[in-house]
């Protein structure tokens, strides 16, 4: 496959797959994408032709593109790069997650978490917004050693005063 | 703490564990992400007491999930002495037919049919574009800089 069509097929799937991110980003990225896939196909073209899986990963690579993007923009906002343009009649709540939950106790858990001393308060708090251990770890620079730690020490709090 | 060393202990009233049953059917066949179709060791050890040659003709249901190996001496198909041959042809219409790879088929002599049949073990997807998202391994998440 020469250079100019692999360029040609890679602007087709960024036409296909890039949507409302920008074009010159998405282009490098489906390069990248096509670097990657041309090391890692041997490895599974028992699976699917090449033209298919060069398609999967540009557009896999494209859609982790669009999910960095839109970290920490909520659906609803403007600046989000899924905000559903073209249903402007219905009302934001409706792209809301729906709640889930009660309300009272997670401010009271939250008001209890205030009160831990540091770092279990940080601990808890990644926790209770769904990070993982790995993800705290990396927050905190701690190694696992201490994070098993301090976790341990949150637990028997959190037993000593619940249970 | 319980020191081990020092338990009493009365055996007798004890549920004995028996060792896990053998495996009904010791004889294996898979076909991986890369294309190989590989013979498990037991399975060539035993096809080659009756033909020296692994030389067959290789029929597969349409929905990939029975296949059968009719050992002749002048079949098309022909694993290697390692019991392993790449056919991405065949692999490929396993991930058509819903079937994630790596695939697993357990093998048994069948004397009716006069054939080696296997039958998948491994997990089925509800659609070819399932299979193939389940059979891809992920891709690894670069870095930001």
């Known amino acids: 496959m020469s250079l100019s069509h692999v360029d040609d097929t890679l602007k087709d799937h960024v036409r296909r797959f890039g949507r409302n991110l920008d074009y010159e980003d998405c282009l490098a990225e489906a390069w990248i994408a096509y670097l990657e896939a041309l090391n890692s196909y041997r490895r599974v073209q028992g699976c699917c032709g090449w033209e298919k899986y060069l398609s999967l990963c540009v557009q896999e690579q494209l859609q982790a593109l669009r999910s960095q993007r839109n970290q920490h923009i909520q659906i609803h906002s403007s600046l989000s790069l899924d905000h559903p343009s073209g249903e402007g009649d219905s009302p934001a709540g409706n792209w809301l997650p729906a709640q889930s939950g009660n309300f009272e106790r997670t401010v009271l858990f939250r008001d209890y978490i205030g009160q831990l001393r540091s770092p279990m308060k940080e601990i808890a708090h990644y926790m209770a917004q769904g990070d993982s251990p790995e993800e705290v770890m990396e927050c905190m620079s701690m190694t696992p050693a201490e994070f098993s730690y301090w976790t341990d020490c949150l637990r028997e709090q959190l037993e000593k005063e619940y249970l | 703490m319980v020191n081990p060393g020092l338990l009493q202990i009365d055996l007798s009233k004890w549920d004995q564990i028996a060792p896990p049953p053998p495996s009904t059917y010791p004889f294996s066949l898979s076909a991986n992400p890369n294309g190989y179709i590989s013979l498990g060791e037991r399975l060539r050890d035993e096809m080659r007491k009756h033909r020296p040659e692994l030389v067959f003709q290789f029929h597969a249901q349409p929905d990939r999930r029975v296949l059968a190996l009719v050992p002749c001496d002048s079949g098309e198909y022909h694993f290697p002495k390692g019991g392993r041959v790449k056919d991405l042809r065949f692999t490929q219409s396993l991930i058509a037919a819903g079937v994630i790879l790596p695939a697993r088929y357990q093998v048994a002599w069948n004397p009716q049919a006069g054939a080696w ?29």
């Open chain 2, 117 to 145: 049949v296997a039958c998948l073990v491994s997990s089925e997807a509800a659609s070819p574009a399932a299979a193939l998202k389940a059979s891809l391994p992920p891709r690894q998440k670069r870095k930001s800089a």
